[in-house]
């Protein structure tokens, strides 16, 4: 049972437009999301968070949307630069810190 | 500041030797740690975690086992590697409790052939 999705296995954006990755969940008990991105062959580096009494989390370019009605995610990127190519994971938590990742969604932003 | 180490990188052995892979983290104590596989072209999965030395929490039944003989190390093993155990093995840290971020390390590549 998948309790983290993120349907769309990638994404193409051209460099500038807004990037917006999907992320749905099923337990209502996740508490904390979080996103990540991964280079190939590197580990995932932390993106930016949201906790479940919030609706939005800004930082810098990247923008987090939480609706809990909906059980939904969103990473919002504006704008979107090459470097911002790679594969984005979101991740829910649930107790004791253990997080619940979806399989990843690639994304590549074209100059 | 915090780091988290792996080694080794890559890592290529036959069907049936034994494995062992190690994480180290540097900057902090008393930390949880986590075990990840990432198998090719999917997403991560956890295999173990530890809230302290000692202590291991297993998430799939499979062919590997973890140690955790100090606070801040991590240990990854197999008697006999399967060809199934091919992926990207990923050490990860927090510090522990609810809605803490965890960070991830360089991660190892095992392939067996």
């Known amino acids: 049972d998948q309790q983290v999705k993120q349907n769309s296995p990638s994404l193409s954006v051209q460099e500038g437009r807004i990037s917006i990755l999907n992320c749905d969940y099923t337990?209502?008990?996740?508490?904390?999301f979080l996103w990540y991105k991964k280079y190939p062959a590197e580990g995932p580096t932390f993106l930016i968070s949201?906790?479940?009494?919030?609706d939005k989390n800004e930082d810098g370019r990247f923008t987090v949307f939480l609706n809990k009605s909906a059980k939904h995610l969103s990473l919002h990127i504006v704008p979107s630069q090459p470097g911002d190519s790679a594969v984005y994971f979101c991740?829910?938590?649930?107790?004791?810190?253990?997080?619940?990742f979806g399989q990843g969604t690639t994304l590549q932003v074209k100059p | 500041s915090q780091t988290i180490h792996q080694w080794p990188a890559t890592l290529v052995q036959p069907v049936g030797s034994p494995l062992s892979l190690e994480c180290t983290v540097e900057?902090?104590?008393?930390?949880?740690l986590y075990w990840y596989r990432q198998a090719a072209g999917r997403g991560l999965q956890l295999l173990f975690y530890?809230?302290?030395?000692?202590?291991i929490s297993s998430e799939v039944p499979q062919n590997l086992s973890a140690s955790r003989p100090q606070d801040r190390q991590f240990i990854l093993s197999s008697k006999k590697l399967l060809l199934s155990d091919s992926g990207f093995y990923l050490c990860?840290?927090?510090?522990?409790?609810?809605?803490?971020?965890?960070?991830f390390g360089p991660g190892t590549r095992l392939l067996v052939l």
């Open positions: 990860a840290w927090s510090k522990g409790g609810s809605q803490e971020t965890q960070y």
């Open positions: 337990n209502s008990m996740f508490d904390y």
């Open positions: 949201i906790s479940s009494i919030k």
């Open positions: 991740a829910a938590s649930e107790i004791r810190g253990k997080l619940i």
């Open positions: 900057g902090t104590s008393n930390p949880n």
């Open positions: 530890s809230v302290g030395i000692g202590q």
